[in-house]
């Protein structure tokens, strides 16, 4: 078994660390202050080719592994939450739904966009009825002629007030349950369309949550992804990739807590010495380092596995659970190794406390996921 990642991607992985250290990490709290990401720092990721590392490279992307992906997720997320998120849509439930169901056409027409950056994309699931329960929806799409006309509401969609496209789940079936949802293309430009409220969070300042609304909202029948009916299983193999990728930005989260954490504890002197020097201090570092170990690993070999193009329903679950519920604790952890410094505002781990929590809510809460392990356990 030979774990080196490959030479190209330790170069890349440098690369970006880079980007992290010289251009997003010195305006992390500027942005956590305006809830924006400067133009500037959006055109730099452009230039990077960073929103098109999953889009395949027929479509303007770099047709990177999943493997490569999740190493470009971890070292992005070493920062502000919200950079990796402006990433990650396009890479992720913002594109991948395309990628997996989409006809040639609708590829050629948006993928590339989606890869430049020149449109972002958002996933539109969530709705105030269901969350958890996907198959709960009551947006609708009644075909007319050459369209469907969508009506309804979602929810706490991430990039929904910047998103040039969104993918998006609606019933054209309603008694066939999850067989009777489909997926629709939804540009922002489309009559009916519009943005609703803009949410106030605890965290992930810079990204925004927003609500989508559909008021007779037109949308051409050749922008249905997949066939009618197959929304539902698109969704939910776009959340089995997602659920993966979110491990990966918990890990990079959890090695910065820990760097953090140990210079801290180098420099702070309490009755004489470096508080590193405390085992109190130490075994919360160690057991931050253990986690952190046991995350790479999981995450590395579920990446591996979906690379070889196996399902990884039941991995990218446990894997979300593990990481994100350890990040929290790193999370934890650093802000108490801080004292009340790690409390204060303008203090990374202060905003590594509060951002992390959302991970284990968002695609998918440890809850959900837990009961995705047992049923696959249980076939
Ligand atoms: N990949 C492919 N197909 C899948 C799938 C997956 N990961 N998960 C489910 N499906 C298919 C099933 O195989 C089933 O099809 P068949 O009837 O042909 O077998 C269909 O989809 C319905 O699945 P299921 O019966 O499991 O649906 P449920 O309504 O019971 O629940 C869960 C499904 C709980 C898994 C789903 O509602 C879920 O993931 N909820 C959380 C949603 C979420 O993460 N929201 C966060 C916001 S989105 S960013």
């Not at 010289?22 to 959006?42: A, Y």
């Not at 470009?72 to 890479?91: P, V, W, Y």
């Not at 193009?309 to 593990?322: C, F, H, S, Y």
Request: aromatic share 6%.
């Amino acid at each position: 078994m030979d774990f080196t990642l490959p030479e190209e991607l330790l170069i890349f992985r440098d690369t970006l660390r880079k980007f992290v250290e010289k251009e997003l990490e010195p305006i992390s709290e500027q942005v956590e202050e305006e809830d924006h990401i400067p133009d500037r720092i959006v055109e730099k990721m452009k230039d990077l080719g960073l929103f098109g590392l999953a889009i395949p490279s027929e479509h303007g992307g770099y047709g990177m592994s999943v493997l490569g992906q999740c190493v470009a997720m971890e070292e992005l997320s070493r920062t502000n939450a919200c950079f990796r998120t402006r990433i990650g849509t396009n890479n992720g439930i913002g594109s991948m739904g395309i990628v997996i169901a989409g006809t040639e056409e609708q590829k050629r027409k948006y993928l590339p966009r989606l890869a430049s950056g020149a449109m972002t994309g958002a996933f539109a699931l969530t709705e105030p009825n269901a969350g958890s329960d996907a198959s709960a929806i009551r947006t609708t799409a009644v075909r007319k002629g050459d369209k469907y006309i969508l009506n309804g509401t979602k929810h706490f969609i991430t990039n929904g007030d910047i998103a040039g496209l969104s993918t998006v789940m609606a019933l054209t079936d309603r008694p066939k349950g999850t067989k009777g949802i489909s997926a629709f293309l939804v540009e922002e430009g489309f009559p009916g369309f519009s943005v609703g409220k803009i949410e106030r969070k605890m965290g992930f300042r810079g990204s925004h949550t927003c609500e989508l609304l559909f008021d007779d909202c037109e949308v051409p029948a050749e922008n249905l992804l997949g066939r009618e009916g197959e929304g539902f299983r698109i969704a939910m193999q776009v959340l089995d990739k997602g659920r993966l990728m979110m491990g990966a930005c918990a890990l990079g989260a959890i090695e910065r807590l820990i760097e953090l954490s140990t210079t801290f504890a180098k420099t702070r002197v309490t009755f004489g010495e470096p508080i590193i020097n405390r085992q109190a201090i130490q075994w919360m570092l160690v057991n931050m380092a253990i986690d952190a170990y046991a995350v790479r690993n999981a995450v590395y070999h579920a990446a591996w596995k979906l690379d070889r193009g196996e399902r990884v329903t039941k991995e990218a679950a446990m894997v979300k659970v593990l990481a994100t519920e350890t990040a929290c604790r790193a999370a934890d952890s650093a802000v108490q190794i801080h004292g009340g410094m790690g409390y204060m505002k303008g203090m990374a781990v202060e905003r590594f406390y509060r951002d992390l929590r959302l991970l284990r809510i968002y695609e998918g809460t440890s809850e959900i996921l837990r009961m995705i392990v047992a049923r696959e356990m249980s076939r």
